[in-house]
């Protein structure tokens, strides 16, 4: 069983080793620079432009998003402050050298939220940059969340927990109950068992659970649209996503958007992970016959490829 104690030491450590997916808008020598950093299984998308960038970030599920201001060779500090604005949720890296112009610049992202600053030949060794990228990519919720479901954690297999909780990171990657065993290296009626162990609703359900917690967190930005966060969550159709949100935590979208009570909302979550009433549940699953999950994968981006 697990001997994880505490959800702080689970998510620092899972941030450290978990995967990144990270959107880039660099200078050449800048982007061959962060690609010494990744590891293997690290993704990169690329963009070519400002409104590249902003594409990848409204449908692609990203850790994190680095960049310069001046990557297409003007500064253009304001479409990175809206930007920043927007999608909140998302961390934000400038990667820069440490000249006067950048750093006038840095100070009014930072007014923004830029999260964290990369200085070229000053803190961009490869070790060093891909644990700021790790570190900043943490989420704050997740943490809140991975502390209430600790009395659930705690009952089950640590490997099995640690792929539970990159599956609330990365929602995306996980389909499936089969996705959740097949990470796990056990059988799908061993995943069930230990769910029943646990006293836990079910793989289903957890799915479903995972993927409205980070629809949860998208909702908080005004940059995405309901169509742009069931495609960074993969479904084929954003009526499925509001189903779904609104079968777990009791409002439509819409509604969550305009009144978003974190808090109020992970407890609705845990005592969804929690619910042995399929009565509950099975609302939730009336149209995920015509759901699908590749929408996130990153082999459907082109952009986007294995760092």
């Not at 500064?75 to 750093?103: H, N």
């Not at 030949?121 to 919720?141: C, H, I, K, M, Y």
């Not at 609703?201 to 629809?215: D, L």
Request: glycine letters at 6%; a neutral charge; charged letters at 20%.
């Amino acid at each position: 069983m697990s001997t994880i104690s505490t959800s702080d030491h689970i998510d620092r450590r899972h941030a450290s080793e978990a995967r990144l997916r990270v959107a880039i808008f660099l200078c050449p020598r800048q982007t061959a620079q962060l690609q010494a950093a990744m590891e293997s299984r690290d993704e990169i998308c690329v963009a070519d432009s400002w409104d590249s960038l902003e594409t990848l970030i409204r449908v692609e599920p990203l850790s994190v998003v680095v960049f310069n201001p001046a990557a297409d060779g003007t500064m253009d500090v304001s479409r990175a402050c809206r930007l920043i604005r927007r999608y909140g949720s998302i961390p934000f890296v400038a990667y820069v050298p440490l000249d006067a112009p950048f750093m006038r610049g840095i100070a009014q992202m930072s007014n923004d939220g830029l999260r964290e600053l990369v200085v070229i030949r000053s803190n961009d060794s490869p070790g060093r940059f891909r644990e700021t990228l790790a570190t900043v990519s943490s989420v704050q919720e997740l943490s809140g969340l991975v502390e209430k479901l600790q009395p659930f954690f705690q009952r089950l297999p640590i490997f099995l927990t640690q792929v539970m909780i990159d599956a609330l990171r990365h929602p995306h990657k996980y389909g499936s109950a089969e996705d959740i065993a097949a990470a796990a290296g056990m059988t799908v009626s061993g995943l069930y068992r230990s769910f029943r162990r646990a006293r836990m609703s079910s793989p289903k359900n957890y799915v479903v659970g995972a993927r409205v917690f980070r629809g949860l967190l998208y909702l908080m930005d005004a940059g995405f649209s309901i169509r742009d966060i069931a495609a960074k969550l993969g479904y084929t159709h954003p009526r499925i996503f509001a189903h779904q949100i609104e079968c777990v935590l009791g409002e439509r979208p819409s509604e969550i958007r305009h009144s978003l009570d974190v808090q109020q909302s992970i407890e609705k979550l845990v005592v969804w992970f929690g619910s042995r009433d399929a009565s509950v549940a099975e609302p939730c699953f009336e149209n995920l016959a015509t759901t699908s999950f590749a929408l996130g994968d990153p082999s459907a981006n082109q952009a986007c490829v294995t760092a």
